[in-house]
């Protein structure tokens, strides 16, 4: 998706960790209408489609963790 592509470029880039989530948390104000009339239109959760700041933050923590084969 959008946000973990974004996240990897600024990953790249060497921004930290909270820059990326507040970056990716910003989705959340920019799409705030778009997303309450998708969901009232397709009966789609709006608490499925919204940027939750875990969602990112655990994104990041496996990106941290070393892979174990």
């Known amino acids: 998706r959008t946000g973990v592509v974004s996240a990897l470029l600024l990953r790249r880039l060497g921004y ?36 939750c700041r875990r969602y990112m933050e655990e994104f990041l923590q496996r990106l941290n963790c070393p892979k174990t084969l």
């Open 16 to 51: 930290d960790d909270e820059y990326i989530i507040k970056d990716y948390l910003q989705s959340a104000d920019n799409l705030k209408e778009m997303l309450r009339s998708y969901a009232a239109s397709s009966g789609v959760d709006i608490h499925i489609i919204t940027p």
